[in-house]
């Protein structure tokens, strides 16, 4: 509890140190707070883009604010207690869609990074070594294996239920939501879900733990070619239009920093990475928080744009019964002018 309590206070030390307007003559500073859904890698744009002091150059007091998942990241933000998100572009779709128009700024990846099926170490032990082999067991009780995700309707859930459609399991398992870092691993230590799904330090945990074994990574290239086909904007930067009209200074200024963090993650090794976001990933290792900040790096979109072919990819999979998303033009979800002013002031 100590050492949690420890990082926290980083943390809030890093956001309070934001309150001076930068040396580079930004506008005065202003407060603006930022929500992400979970304490992993798969985050650590904005996470550098804080530790790193990109909010304060561009003139805003910032604090980030942990959602929890990523569904409650998208209420905490239509509730107006958040001005910002990093989460799934589903989520400004589903607001969008609800009456509250929202707008994605910037992409930070091209393929889901938290793809990874994990299943307990005794269940593999047993010849579960494959999806099939899993889809067809049964727990002692007869009902259908249980995969554990951070949210229902979050980023992992949306994403692994196509996969797991598009492989023939539709149907075959029972989904639950687990929360945060530390119970989804509990759910998997305590074997109350049988396979859990999320990031590679999530990995590297229950493997080095020994109560788990990666069993599928839906993350990995040519996994992801044969389901999806190519690249899609998975996690976006987003706001309320609200926002953007009321203060679109101060949305070009947070655009503008999350683009310089995701241009200086590009550029820098791992280990730098870490020392900037360590703050805020304190619940895994660091060997495990470097194996994900590796294969996050290696699907990042440092330029940030959305272009109309991979929202078309993304299309089959955000636009289905399951999510209950309706059907978008890009236009409508995406506000292209910040990104782009962005990439002027700050070319890769």
Aim: proline share 3%.
């Amino acid at each position: 509890m100590t050492s949690i309590l420890t990082r926290r206070a980083v943390v809030t030390a890093l956001g309070a140190g934001a309150a001076l307007a930068s040396s580079r003559g930004a506008r005065a500073a202003a407060s603006a707070k930022g929500i992400y859904p979970v304490a992993t890698c798969s985050y650590m744009v904005v996470f550098a883009a804080q530790g790193l002091g990109y909010f304060k150059d561009e003139g805003l007091d910032s604090r980030l604010v942990q959602g929890g998942s990523g569904v409650k990241t998208r209420e905490i933000i239509a509730s107006g207690q958040g001005d910002f998100a990093l989460a799934d572009f589903v989520h400004p779709m589903l607001l969008t869609n609800k009456g509250r128009p929202c707008k994605a700024l910037t992409a930070v990846d091209r393929i889901a990074a938290g793809l990874q099926f994990m299943i307990r170490a005794d269940l593999y032990a047993q010849g579960l070594t494959d999806l099939a082999k899993f889809v067809a067991w049964k727990r002692p009780d007869g009902r259908k294996p249980l995969i554990g995700v951070s949210s229902i309707g979050g980023t992992t859930h949306v994403w692994a239920t196509y996969f797991m459609e598009q492989l023939g399991y539709d149907g075959a398992v029972t989904w639950l939501g687990v929360g945060n870092v530390d119970t989804m691993l509990g759910s998997l230590k305590t074997r109350q879900v049988d396979i859990l799904i999320n990031t590679y330090s999530l990995v590297g945990e229950v493997e080095s733990q020994g109560y788990g074994k990666l069993l599928y990574d839906g993350s990995d290239p040519r996994n992801w070619d044969q389901v999806i086909g190519g690249t899609v904007p998975v996690t976006v930067n987003y706001c309320l239009q609200s926002r953007i009209d009321r203060d679109p200074a101060m949305v070009q200024a947070w655009t503008n920093a999350v683009l310089r963090a995701a241009q200086w993650v590009d550029r820098h090794a791992p280990e730098e990475i870490y020392g900037a976001i360590e703050p805020f990933v304190g619940s895994t290792s660091r060997e495990s928080n470097l194996i994900e900040i590796r294969a996050t790096k290696a699907v990042g979109n440092p330029a940030g744009t959305i272009d109309q072919a991979a929202f078309d990819r993304g299309a089959k999979v955000w636009f289905r019964e399951m999510t209950g998303v309706q059907k978008l033009q890009l236009s409508e979800v995406y506000a292209a002018s910040f990104a782009q002013k962005a990439a002027a002031k700050y070319p890769a």
